[in-house]
């Protein structure tokens, strides 16, 4: 069981907001952390009640489209779902390759987990936002974060059931509906 005390937002706490994160991230879309190269910026999504936002990147150097889904504070499992479904459309509105990114300033374990549950289903990372601030300004850049060992039987079954439900929201011709296998589970126990 994950009893990670509850993050705070340290850039709402500097009076900082969603919209200021994206204007950062336009300007510099390399401090996500996302790739080795130099991503460009498509365009942002402002999403989450003003918490965050969906960005999307494109790497010239290798062709990959990232979507990206950043919010501020905490990320949770609800993120992991967002994040697939944005690059599920994306997929489809762009047909290329496609990587997503979940990004926050703080990735407790069972998202971590979550999000490695969810690579059998789509190239996935977890990423967090480190902010330091000097003075008046505020210096960010993303760390990948690796998936804990300990696990959550019953949080990764009833997050693989999610990820059932995605799947199966998903057009008919979307190959990726093909990997649900067999009837639903009436309960978790």
Do not use: C
């Amino acid at each position: 069981m994950d009893i990670t005390p509850p993050h705070s937002s340290a850039l709402r706490e500097s009076g900082l907001d969603a919209a200021w994160l994206a204007q950062r991230i336009e300007e510099n879309p390399i401090l996500l952390g996302i790739t080795t190269g130099m991503p460009v910026f498509e365009r942002a999504i402002p999403d989450h009640g003003g918490d965050g936002l969906a960005v999307l990147l494109f790497d010239p150097t290798d062709g990959v489209r990232h979507i990206v889904d950043v919010q501020l504070g905490e990320a949770d499992e609800d993120q992991v779902i967002r994040a697939l479904d944005f690059w599920a459309t994306e997929r489809h509105r762009m047909p290329s390759d496609h990587r997503v990114a979940v990004v926050a300033e703080h990735i407790p374990g069972r998202v971590a987990r979550a999000a490695a549950l969810a690579r059998t289903i789509a190239p996935i990372d977890t990423i967090e936002l480190r902010t330091e601030r000097m003075g008046s300004i505020v210096a960010l850049h993303g760390e990948p974060i690796d998936t804990p060992s300990a696990t959550d039987p019953r949080a990764e079954i009833a997050f693989a059931l999610r990820l059932r439900d995605f799947l199966a929201r998903l057009d008919e011709a979307d190959p990726l509906r093909g990997r649900i296998v067999g009837p639903p589970p009436a309960t978790l126990g």
